[in-house]
């Protein structure tokens, strides 16, 4: 049937439009199936990472329960260089730390919570990991520690965590015999705490010792 002039007239548009940008769209088109493509290679590629830490990190329990340390280190170290972006690798880089800091090895047990306080993407593995990098800092007792202490204390607490960052602060000062700034540092921590319910009770009864400790007054 032949075309109306109305309808010629639409598809010489339409040849006139695609031969003008014809090269834009084939373009267009191409990114977004390259994209797609990626993006589905990309999450197949992340269900992998996540299935062979998760393997590993059994692994490493089972090492930990066997009193295993030498297989326990190793895993967390693997799980380190292999798996940085899963979240197994925080957790086990914690594990790690509380082993070697038992076993007596503090600078290893430090490495471990750098390495966590860098790359832990969680906010619970974070701020855990920079709370106890703290305390492991503070225990060291060097100046150089307390500078990389403090360091960390003047960042931005992690949300929910702020009771527990005024508290390392208080240990910090305490460290240092600043009495009387350790004294506020821990009366706000317990004002914060008590303002965050979801604490357990064991929180509160070691930050009661510690305002105890410095003539403080839990309100």
């Known amino acids: 049937m032949p075309l109306d002039l109305e309808e010629q007239e639409q598809l010489d548009q339409l040849k006139a439009f695609w031969q003008k940008y014809r090269n834009l769209i084939t373009g267009v088109l191409t990114v977004v199936l390259f994209a797609y493509a990626a993006y589905n290679t990309y999450g197949w590629w992340l269900n992998r990472q996540a299935l062979e830490a998760s393997k590993l990190y059994e692994t490493m329990i089972s090492a930990v329960a066997k009193g295993d340390q030498e297989q326990t280190l190793r895993a967390a170290n693997d799980l380190q260089k292999d798996f940085a972006r899963t979240p197994y690798a925080p957790m086990s880089s914690l594990i790690a730390a509380r082993i070697a800091a038992d076993a007596g090895d503090n600078a290893k047990a430090i490495d471990y919570l750098r390495w966590a306080a860098k790359n832990a993407s969680n906010d619970g593995y974070l701020a855990l990991a920079k709370l106890r990098l703290v305390t ?10 307390f500078a990389e202490a403090d360091q960390i204390l003047k960042e931005t ?4 965590f702020e009771a527990l960052w005024l508290e390392r602060r208080g240990d910090w000062y305490l460290a240092q015999k600043k009495n009387a700034e350790a004294k506020k540092s821990y009366e706000d921590a317990w004002k914060t705490l008590n303002q965050a319910k979801e604490f357990p009770e064991e929180a509160r009864r070691l930050l009661k010792v510690k305002l105890d400790a410095v003539g403080g007054v839990a309100q």
């Open 136 to 145: 492991q800092l503070i225990e060291q007792g060097a100046e150089k520690d």
């Open 157 to 160: 607490p992690v949300a929910g």
